[in-house]
């Protein structure tokens, strides 16, 4: 048997008030009654909020973002820093080659600019890195579009190029011109 206020189960048919809450309870139990719910005071419904199902990105269609201009615009300047390496020291070193690289007088200004020639193929290769990380940024916050993908091409080149002459400029010097230094011509 139930209580007919709150709905709480009693526990003999002859009590008279419920223990739950109070409530006079009727002796009359003919028939078995069915549980009623509880209904709390208090009762506070959970707080509703909307969670998107994805979060919306922006998109410039057709308009390259600042990541894809940096990307092109670092790496013109890593390829472009290969010409003038090639101004400044590359064109002496080069002398260095040829079958007569005896009769090549070395003067100071040569060394120096075989070292401008080096610290500018280092400055290329960090502006060819700095476009392959803006062509990765522009990959993730900004939609594909053509300025990013030549950029990331010239950048990949700028890194190549300005890598191996960085490595072969120290190649040269030491099968080329330190034994020129130590052996004197005829």
């Known amino acids: 048997m139930f209580c007919p206020n709150c709905g709480e189960k009693l526990e003999s048919q002859n009590q008279k008030f419920c223990p739950n809450c109070g409530s006079e309870l009727s002796n009359t139990p ?20 909307s969670v ?4 919306s990105k922006t998109i410039n269609a ?3 973002g600042p990541h894809s201009k940096k990307c092109f615009a670092f790496s013109i300047v890593s390829i472009g820093l290969v010409g003038v390496a090639y101004y400044f020291g590359g064109s002496n070193l080069f ?23 080096i610290i500018i193929h280092i400055a290329g290769l960090v502006f060819g890195i700095l476009s392959r990380t803006n062509s990765s940024k522009a990959g993730k916050f900004e939609p594909i579009n053509t300025l990013e993908k030549v950029g990331s091409v010239f950048g990949v080149f700028g890194i190549v ?12 010097l030491m099968t080329r011109v330190i034994p020129m230094l130590l052996v004197p011509p005829f």
């Open 30 to 49: 003919s028939t078995p009654q069915t549980p009623q719910l509880k209904a709390e005071e208090n009762q506070v419904s959970p707080t509703v909020r």
């Open 52 to 55: 998107p199902a994805y979060e």
């Open 62 to 64: 057709g308009r390259p």
């Open 95 to 117: 002398m260095f080659l040829t079958p007569y690289y005896y009769f090549y007088y070395i003067s100071f200004a040569v060394v120096i600019g075989i070292i401008a020639t």
């Open 161 to 172: 190029i300005n890598s191996i002459l960085i490595v072969i400029i120290p190649i040269i």
